[in-house]
């Protein structure tokens, strides 16, 4: 399960609220006969607390996936259906219903449980593919159609202000699909580009991220070397909403990277609407003029 700090909350702060709510959580322990109704309610104490916590540091979409709204009404409606059962039976409890109840708030633990314990290890996992060396940039999907190189061949050091610092590509989901679409358009080159630059990332991905080795080969003639450069995909999180408009969703996850980074992301593009929805979201932006010819080489 993939979750992404709001602005301004580090990975750590949040992986470390995420490991408290779970040490409380355990502390809901199976009660005696008579006290499943007391077990319930403390549950139902530890989601309130919890959501609490994480309001500020989760968007609610996210939050709803964590702590599901549905299974904390199914548990209030079973209090009170053991509330009224008690009643009728004048204040005896039924073992039957007990251990129904009891067996719900059991199973609803455990799946808060796990679904918190993955969370812990989906940021744990985004730290460590964000530890890699490198500026991190995010393409939009034009510069992959119009940039005067292929992607292989792409050198956007120059264009970063970059000498031989490594660069690390991050391509959002929303990107590629886009990429996947072009592939039936109109013009060849946006069909061939949009192929050959989904056929390119499928290929660096299974091969471990590598798209260029550093090359200093360069300064033997008074040139300027370059860094390595890998690339890696940032997949939506399960459940995750796209936004209506693309060029939005591949900003948001621009902001996302740079949240889980901890860093700044350089966003990439051609187009001044993708540039100024980049500035407004505290991305650096950096806007190519140069266009592409018709046929690709």
Do not use: C
């Amino acid at each position: 399960m993939l979750i992404t700090p709001l602005p301004g909350v580090s990975l750590k702060d949040l992986s470390n609220t995420l490991g408290q709510l779970r040490n409380y959580l355990s502390r809901v322990h199976v009660t005696g006969p008579g006290r499943a109704t007391e077990r319930a309610q403390q549950y139902l104490e530890w989601v309130n607390e919890a959501r609490r916590m994480l309001r500020t540091q989760l968007r609610p979409a996210e939050l709803e996936q964590l702590l599901p709204t549905q299974e904390y009404e199914l548990t209030l409606s079973a209090i009170a259906s053991s509330a009224s059962v008690s009643v009728a039976s004048h204040g005896n409890p039924d073992l039957a219903n007990e251990r129904l109840l009891n067996g719900l708030v059991s199973t609803q633990i455990d799946q808060r449980s796990d679904a918190l314990q993955q969370a812990i290890d989906s940021l744990d996992a985004a730290a460590r593919q964000f530890e890699r060396a490198g500026v991190l940039v995010v393409l939009d999907t034009g510069v992959f159609l119009r940039h005067p190189q292929k992607l292989e061949e792409m050198d956007l050091a120059p264009v970063l202000g970059l000498r031989d610092e490594p660069i690390h590509i991050v391509v959002p989901m929303p990107v590629v699909d886009q990429l996947d679409g072009l592939k039936q358009h109109h013009k060849q080159h946006n069909r061939w580009r949009a192929g050959y630059s989904t056929a390119v990332i499928e290929r660096v991905l299974r091969q471990g991220g590598l798209l260029r080795e550093e090359d200093y080969s360069a300064l033997t003639e008074g040139g300027i070397p370059r860094g390595r450069v890998t690339l890696d995909v940032l997949l939506d999180p399960p459940g995750h909403v796209r936004l209506p408009i693309t060029d939005d969703e591949i900003v948001d996850r621009a902001v996302a990277v740079k949240v889980l980074a901890g860093r700044d992301v350089r966003l990439v593009t051609y187009d001044t609407g993708m540039a100024m929805r980049g500035n407004v979201a505290g991305l650096v932006v950096v806007k190519l003029e140069q266009e592409l010819g018709e046929e690709p080489k």
